[in-house]
């Protein structure tokens, strides 16, 4: 039986493809932010927690886009696995 991956890894996979939209001084700092925060909430199981922390994923990629000048839209997928 095949497994779907969780929102969680999904969503970490994401947001590591849209670090490669940053320019290549910030991508290290933004990939390392984004593993610490994943791996630290890594043993959550409650799910309104999960989504919770799914949301703020979200809107804090779409910040980071924005203040890189990369339109927002690259986020949809993320969008769509953080719902």
């Known amino acids: 039986m095949h497994m779907t991956r969780p929102a969680s890894v999904r969503a970490y996979a994401e ?33 309104s927690t999960i989504s919770t922390l799914l949301a703020r994923a979200y809107k804090h990629s779409c910040w980071v886009l924005s203040k890189y000048g990369v339109d927002k839209a690259a986020a949809d997928k993320l969008k769509q696995i953080c719902k």
């Open 15 to 47: 947001v590591l493809r849209l670090v490669r939209r940053l320019p290549p001084e910030a991508r290290s700092y933004y990939s390392r932010f984004a593993r610490e925060n994943f791996a630290t909430y890594n043993d959550e199981v409650d799910q």
